[in-house]
Every structure is written in C-alpha cells, then in structure tokens.
C-alpha cells in the first residue's frame, strides 16, 4: 500500500489530497493511512498534513527509490517490476541473476551505486553513490539472435528522445554510446540467454551519467554528466521513468517491425554516419567513412580505395 | 585429501595398496590415512584392510559421487571441477547460476537426480535418482556466437564414440539427439550467455538414459536406456568420466578446427543424413531428402520439387 499512497502524493503535488480521497482510492482507514504516512516520513519523505487540507509531499524531499520510480511509470503493456538495492557490484549481473532464477520480463535492476558496473567486453563501468544512474531491464522478446544487436540500437534511440526532451543535444555513437558534445554521457550494454536457435532473455544494460561532478583522470576528457553541462541537479527518478515509459513503446514497435522502424530516427540522432571514422575489424584497421546504417543495424564504412565494409560489431573512432 | 585418497584407492584396484605408500604419495601420517579410510567407510564405500597388505577397495561398492567421477578423469588442458548434487531442479540452471557468478571454465554439475531437468525449447527431461545421468558443463569459448550450434554437434561426436567404446550402436539425429535403435537415448542442450557479438558462457547439458528400466508411457517407445538395450547395469561414474575425457580433446580441436574437422565422423554416425525427414521451416512444414551437412553444421534438405533448404535449427522427423 505505501507505493500506491507515494503514487497518489506524488500525483496530487504540488496540491494537497485529503485523507478522505486517500481512504477512499486505497480502500481502507484512516489510521491505516496516517501510519503510512508516519512511516514515510521516517524513510525521508517531506510530508505536510494540514487540516481541511490533508497531505501535500514536498516532491523534492523524494529520495531515489523503486516506489519513486513506479509511481512516475506510465507503462500499460509491459508489466515493470522494479527491484531497487542502494548498492550492488552489478545490476547487470544481479538481472542475469534473477533471469536464471526466471523472473519475468519488465524486471527493471536499478542501484543507486554500482562498486563493479561492467560495459562492453568486460570493460569496467563504475556508478558512484547517489550520482548515476544504473539500471538493467530484462526482456524475453521471441526473436532470433542475430536481431540481438537491433535492441541496443532502439533502446539509444529511446534515450536520444529522453534526453532531448529535457533539452540535452544528444547523439548516438555506434553502437552502443550516446555522446553529448562529443563526450560520452551514456553507455548500453547488450547481454543475453539464449539457446543456439533463439533468445531466452536479454539484459538490457543502461549507465548514464546524471549529477557526477568529476569523473576518474583516465576518463576526465572523455566524459561528461549531465549535471556538468545545464550545471543543476536533475532527477534520477524523472529520467530513470522517462527512459522505462519511452523505451515501452519502442520496444513494442519493434516487436513488431524490427529495427527498420527506427532506422530514419536513428540516422537523424547518429553521431556517426557521414564522419570519418576508424574501426578494428577482423585484426585490421580500417580507415573510412562511415555511409550508412541497413535495417539490420549493420554499419557500413566505405574505406580510402572505395571497398565497402559492413560491420556488425566493434568499437568505432570518430576522427 | 579424500579425494586423492579416493583415487589412489581406485588405481590400485583389485590390488591393495599399502598404507605406507599412501602416505608417502599424499605426504601425510598413518593415522590420518586411517582417520579418512574411517570416513569413506562411513561413506558407503567397501575397503578392505588387511596387515602387511594394506587397503582394496571393492570398486562396485563406489557409488555416483563427484569424486568417483572425478578420480576416473584423465584430462590434462580443461581444468574440470566436479560440483555433485544427490537431487537438483535443473543441472543446466545450476550451471547458469554459478556461470553468472562468475565460475570458470570446466565447471562441471552433476546430479543423481534432476526434478524439473529441461530439454530443447523448454521441453522436460527428467533423471530418476540413480538411473541417468544429467551433466552440465560449463565453458568459455572464444568463437562467434553463429558458432555456438557447433558445440552441440561436436557433443554429439564425443558421446557416440564412448557409447561405441562400449558397445552401442549409436548415431546422431541432427541437431542434438542420440538414437539407439531409432529411440532416443540422449538429449544434448545447449545454452549461452552471450553479448551480441561474442560468447560468454556455454552450457552444455548432456542426459543419458543409463540404468532406466521403464520410461512414463507418453516416450515408452520412443525411449531407452542402455541398460534396456544390453541387460545389464552400467557404471555412471566410468560414462561420466569417459564422456568428460573424450569432450576434451574434441573441444580442444573445435577450437582450432571449427566442426570442419569432425564433419566426416558426424557423417559416419548420422541417422539423419540419406534419409526422408520432415521439418518445419519458417512455420512451412519441408518433405525431402537430408543430403548433407556444412562445415558450419547446417543441414541441407532437398525437398520433393527438388528446391534446397538450409536448416539452422528445428526438430527433424526421420520418415
């Protein structure tokens, strides 16, 4: 019940909602909703209870939360079960975890920090305490493998209209990095349960950089948070449930048409396409520019003597 | 110490092995030689001790243990680790939970029994306590993830040449069944956790029908065991330990051949190849003849207009 009380403050705000609404909506008592109120109040939530009035939530006092997340979801297909943990080594790890244990698909991970977030290729990707934002989505689309790589794609589109809605000129990068002024702010990571001949359960890894003031010197140059360019604090609530209801639609779409849908989206948000880029592909380096993307999310590069190159997976340079 | 107790035991076998030799051998006292003989007795396994001799271990009283398995390895590259259930849910989810938590490469689970065991697209397969045998084994092959179907196939090699070691008559239906007289002996899944662009982990799940002597009446007879065929019981410790023996060199030659280099064994032990077959393909059920099979392991069949078809994946009908 205290979910649904946090969703009806939340809704109300920044007007009061009596007692009586509350018993009524919740079906039950009045004492029933001031001890769940008291017990909010002790979690941190700012809630004033004025008479005649009822109860108004200072939507700021709003820590990061699953309930908080919930109760900003619009979602009506997929059935987003959220599992929050305040820190944990992985929430990808800790997804694949849950899937092994066969949880359902709209099982949403997210961790407020993150001590060993993993990217691409075992790469480390680190999420600090109230800070990022690290969250892994799980999902049973019935598709063959070899569409795999399509829902990484989609999903960089899905934030690309995230972002921009809040007024942040993002790009994407190829496959799986979205780029703010040429500095990553964003990283998905793909990782999947199949048998040979079809998808069991795919992992859908988002970290994105939100109110980080400083990142590792390794990375200083390279990478950006949103907080660091509109110099206030956003919402990691806001964006975590913006990204869930955009993403449930996209995923629905391509469901249904695969990638192709989102191929003339995708090209308009491309940081990549029409540059000059580099790539390792099969041990050599190739030198090129990157001329298209196919409705199967394979990037094509056309080199310096005008060979063509299509390339499935890899980590691209742009020049 | 036990198990290397347990395994100079068995070495020694039918002959006695002195006391003194085993403790130099495992660089220990006289007393904890017998503290642990004490132990195994209490275990179940027959030892007899006899002054100036030393200790005969009756080898049928050994009974399915990790480390009876594991005594019987003689594998040298893959460093196997036998972890041994008397009764799980699923060797295959054990193994997918323990890869998640990051196990290495060889680990190998086994169970005396398997309650809700799964085959091929979510099908059941269960292990009766102390009849079959139900394996996982986990690897980490470095190959594509359009190479993970060869893993099956390679399998499949493996455990027809220890079934032929020992006297069946056993071939291969394309993709992951082993027949005995056109009735199904095995059942080899493979499963993975992969990014969309390389392998993390394959589980490769093998149930034998072993010491079976009736089947539920839905696969009465379409199902057997080995021991129905020859009419006697056979020793799950020595096919466990033969099929992990034989993997291993085959694994190692997958990995530097591909299944290039066991595509004429896989001929020679078909059931499928030159017979009349059915599939469904792409939701259209192919009539034809199975002509042969791709150095990638695809099957090709050639259909009643005389029209090919290259199969990836499906259920076969053998006609």
């Known amino acids: 019940m205290k979910s649904e009380l946090l969703t009806l403050l939340m809704e109300a705000a920044p007007n009061y909602i009596s007692g009586q609404a509350i018993c009524e909506k919740l079906n039950c008592s009045r004492t029933a909703v001031w001890k769940q109120i008291a017990q909010l109040k002790e979690e941190g939530y700012e809630i004033k209870a004025v008479r005649n009035k009822g109860y108004l939530l200072a939507h700021s006092s709003v820590p990061f939360s699953g ?9 009506r297909i997929l059935p987003y079960q959220i599992i929050f943990s305040s820190s944990l080594p992985s929430t990808q790890t800790k997804a694949l975890r849950l899937a092994t244990d066969g949880a359902e698909e709209g099982t949403v991970v997210i961790a407020d920090q993150q001590t060993g ?17 690290a969250m892994s989505l799980l999902l049973k689309p019935d598709i063959p493998i070899h569409q795999a790589p399509q829902i990484t794609l989609v999903a960089a589109v899905s934030i690309i209209k995230v ?16 780029l703010i002024d040429n500095r990553k702010v964003c990283g998905i990571l793909t990782e999947m349960q199949a048998d040979p001949d079809r998808i069991q ?8 950089n939100v109110n980080e003031q400083e990142f590792p010197e390794a990375i200083r140059n390279s990478a950006v948070s949103l907080s660091l360019i509109n110099k206030e604090e956003l919402s ?3 964006i975590a449930a913006g990204l869930l209801n955009e993403f449930e639609t996209d995923y629905q779409l391509f469901l249904q048409k695969s990638f192709s849908a989102f191929k003339s989206r995708w090209e ?19 030198y090129g520019q990157a001329v298209s993307i196919s409705n199967e999310g394979v990037l094509k590069i056309v080199d310096e003597s005008g060979k063509e190159h299509n390339i499935y997976s890899g980590d691209i340079e742009i020049h």
């Not at 977030?117 to 934002?133: K, Q």
């Not at 972002?163 to 993002?170: E, P, S, T, V």
């Open 236 to 238: 990691r609530t806001d």
């Open 268 to 286: 308009e948000y491309s940081a990549t396409l029409n540059r000059n880029v580099s790539v390792l592909h099969n041990n050599q380096m190739i």
């Open 67 to 75: 309930h908080a997340v919930k109760a900003k979801l619009n979602c």
């Open 201 to 208: 359960t795919i992992i859908l890894g988002i970290g994105l």
């Open 117 to 133: 977030g993993r990217g691409r290729l075992g790469r480390a990707w680190s999420t600090a305490r109230g800070t990022g934002l």
């Open 163 to 178: 972002l921009r809605k809040i007024g942040f000129d993002a790009k994407i990068k190829w496959p799986n990095d979205i």
